[in-house]
């Protein structure tokens, strides 16, 4: 029997993947909560006048401490450490996840180069709408040190996402799918900025790029070569938006997921951890 505590699931899995970036870490941590829950009396349990607001506090200081420790983590990790996909399927993890621009993988890799109380700041009290004070409440400092944790990870977002609405962001994917495998370098170095960059992230389980590639040539270059290797690219949306598979066979090989600006490309993410990506599988 489902009760109104366990209805706030779907919330708490929603603030805590934004929280993480990593959704197996957004998942313990809202089986922690209910732990925490569940371990009070009835009569603790009773006292409490709003369940819901109880569950999000526990489920941001849990986040809020995976945060500091993943800092640690991180830093041992083999390559470059990203955000783990999800995808757009009414029959996945999708129908948990509901997916806005504050999901993208864009925001999501801004996010991780924001302080563990910035990233809880920003994504409470603008993505979720939560007063300061509740925010203050959750991270242990004052609602004005809240504010201005908010504002410095405003700062953040605007220094790094364009200033102009995303806008034919399909057809520009569909397009470098094509030139991909046409293995075209021409046609796909017309589609990337000058600038574009492609990170991988393969945890060290898989053969990835270790750091950043770099350039509109050089990453148009390092995909054409990978198309030399059998794979099939499949459109799909990732993290809300258009993206591409890239299976061998019948397996996954990789997640990718894109950033575009004035009819460009910009980012590419290559998710090829094959841990981060169970979600896609089944």
Known sequence: MTTPVDGERRHLLNLAYRLLGSLAEAEDAVQETYVRWYALSPAQRGAISSPGAW????AGRICLDVLGSARARRERYVGEWLPEPVPDQADSVADRITLDESVTMAFLVTLEAMTP?????LVLHDVFGYAFTEVAAITGRT?????ELA?????RVRATRPATPVTGHAEVIRDFKQAW?????????ALLDPGATLTADGGGVVRAALTPIEGGLPVARY???LAAGGLTLVERAVNGLPGLLLTRGDDLAAVYAFDVADGRI????????????????G
């Open 223 to 225: 995909v054409a070569a």
């Open 55 to 58: 569950l999000t506090t526990v």
């Open 151 to 155: 504002s410095s990870a405003r700062r």
């Open 117 to 121: 109380a910035q990233r809880v700041a």
């Open 266 to 281: 910009t980012r590419i993410w290559a998710m090829r951890n094959p841990e981060k990506l169970r979600p896609w599988l």
């Open 143 to 147: 609602p004005a040190a809240c504010r």
């Open 181 to 189: 495998e046409a293995g075209d370098i021409d046609a796909l170095v």
